[in-house]
């Protein structure tokens, strides 16, 4: 357990309804009773237990420590918990990037201190959610879907026509089970896609050195595309294909402008 240091100044007026008011109530309890990493309270037989920030939307939303607040439908509180529990969730996404793994990711990170739990929820608070954030789906276990860590988004075919499959992949923390949600506005389907060309070219490539897309011994390449008007990657091989490659956005640089090859 950590112990708790003044939460910043300030009052937030961004989110309008009540699940502002349970983030503001969750940084007041946590300032009170303590914060805790890695486990929901630090004794859940204990009437006000330090706890983690999803145990202290817990005991805002419920007044005891549930055992697994994200099931505890039946009670009063869990629209409460629950709509407070997303837009902590997407806030933490949009904030610091879907490998963060939402509030639990942030909350268990080592080196996390209570005064950065603290500023986020109160910014948290303070932040009004976009369109994005509206598509997010339910997994068929009950739980919140988020940003997969690992893979946030696809792209398939031409990311710049209706040709091809633009989305993002969310995945549930409950079951680990994953769900596509096509991304069908022109301005975000741009977005996707190039974040898509960032996140594979953050990959990692196996076996001997080569250039991206090239080699049959490496997984990196065999899953995606690395198509440039200059190269035709060993996912296509010699297909014969007219539409654009996935990293053929208009105005934007190629994958081998990027990688300091040919443009």
Known sequence: MQPTQKPPTGDPSGAPD?????????????????????????????????ACTVGALSMVCYGYPAEVPAFNVTHPGFEDFDAALFRLDC??????????????????????????????????????????????????????????????????????????????VFTCRTCDEDEYVEVTDPDDRTAVAMAYRVWVLRQPHEGAPHIPGTSDDCDTCEQHCFCTSDLLCVVHGDAVDDTLSTWDVPGLPTYAQLAGGAA
């Open 18 to 50: 009540a699940v502002r008011d349970v983030l503001l109530a969750a940084a007041k309890y946590l300032t009170a009773y303590g914060w805790d990493q890695c486990e929901l309270y630090a004794d859940s037989h204990s009437v006000n237990p330090a």
């Open 91 to 168: 806030y933490v996404t949009e904030t610091f990037g879907p490998e963060a793994g939402g509030v639990l990711g942030f909350n268990d990170t080592p080196g996390r201190t209570v005064a950065d739990v603290l500023a986020m929820l109160r910014n948290a608070a303070a932040w009004t959610p976009g369109p994005v954030w509206s598509s997010v789906p339910r997994c068929d276990c009950g739980d919140r879907m988020l940003l997969d860590g690992e893979q946030p988004f696809i792209v398939t075919g031409d990311g710049m026509s209706d040709d091809g499959l633009v989305a993002r």
